[in-house]
């Protein structure tokens, strides 16, 4: 089954994207420019760290990188899942080891995908974290 992008009305979602490389930018704002979601990107991990400590704006998905500059993803999920606990983070990165999918996790991030990630691998996770009425908190 392929899911069709033009399905997910994502319409009052707000999706973060913590990536500093232009090409997966532009990617996932191409996959995303039709869904209606308010998608705001940080190119570093202190942009994000910044954004959710000084408001709280209403994040239901962060696309999260591993390696962004000056404050790296784990470091995000962590400060994040301070005050934000069922916010669902998708570690999107190109490190298959498993050292760095067991840190991703123990974070606290809810999945944890290899690059290049395709679009039917987007549109399922969005499908998952943001069409379903039900709540899937991160607990420890």
């Known amino acids: 089954m392929t899911l069709n992008i033009s399905n997910l009305d994502l319409a009052g979602k ?10 997966s930018i532009r990617y996932y704002e191409t996959l995303l420019k039709n869904t209606g979601a308010d ?9 994000f760290v910044d ?6 704006k209403k994040i239901d998905l962060v696309f999260m990188d591993f390696l962004v500059p000056i404050i790296n993803g784990i470091e995000c999920i962590r400060i994040l899942r301070k005050d934000r606990r069922n916010t669902p983070v998708i570690m999107i990165t190109a490190y298959s080891s498993e050292q760095a999918k067991t840190e991703a996790y123990i974070a606290g991030c809810s999945e944890y995908v290899l ?15 943001l069409k379903s009425n039900i709540s899937i908190p991160f607990s420890f």
Do not use: A, Q, R, W
């Open 14 to 23: 707000s999706i973060v994207i913590v990536e500093d490389d232009m090409p």
């Open 39 to 47: 998608v705001i990107i940080f190119h570093t991990g202190k942009e």
């Open 51 to 56: 954004y959710i400590t000084l408001n709280d």
């Open 115 to 129: 690059k290049p990630t395709y679009p039917d691998k987007i549109f399922s996770i969005l499908e998952k974290y």
